[in-house]
């Protein structure tokens, strides 16, 4: 599998919004794709899944935070404006597409023996690491945060 994910234009994804708890924002799987430049051959199952999946660690690893706003008053993530702007929603959906793309970058990974495939999990690795990087420090971003702090959590 191509790692690059390079994005085909006749590929059909699921326009339609992917609910996500009250608090935060709904993943969409075309803004995903069409922004990760998601690998054509991926099935719209697959990419669901993993969205899912990254909504779900994304919640998770920002629970504590999300009490704090709610005890603030703020019913869910775009009421809480960052200096007046809908900031906090975008670092979200950055935190959640990137581990998304992580996820997919590493089921991507072959497992054969040969040096070029053991070059391209390296690879694969390094890629997926990097936008796992990136989720953390949308994160720490959310939370006012240093992104070091958030990756040992």
Not at 18 to 39: E, H, K, S, V
Not at 58 to 83: E, H, K, P
Not at 121 to 131: K, S
Not at 132 to 138: L, M, S, V
Request: proline share 4%; charged share 20%; aromatic share 8%.
């Amino acid at each position: 599998m191509n790692c690059s994910f390079a994005p085909d234009p006749a590929q059909q994804r699921d326009p339609a919004d992917i609910p996500n708890a009250a608090f935060w924002p709904a993943l969409n799987m075309t803004t995903f794709c069409d922004q990760y430049a998601i690998d054509a051959a991926l099935d719209n199952a697959m990419i669901r899944n993993a969205l899912m999946i990254a909504a779900a660690a994304t919640n998770r690893r920002l629970a504590t935070w999300q009490s704090q706003q709610v005890a603030a008053g703020f019913s869910t993530l775009a009421d809480d404006q960052l200096g007046g702007a809908d900031i906090l929603p975008q670092l979200y959906l950055a935190a959640a597409y990137n581990t998304a793309k992580a996820d997919l970058v590493r089921r991507s990974i072959s497992t054969g023996r040969r040096e070029d495939a053991e070059a391209a999990a390296r690879e694969a690795t390094d890629l997926a690491d990097h936008y796992q990087a990136q989720a953390t420090a949308a994160l720490a971003e959310i939370q006012n945060q240093s992104a070091t702090g958030v990756w040992l959590i």
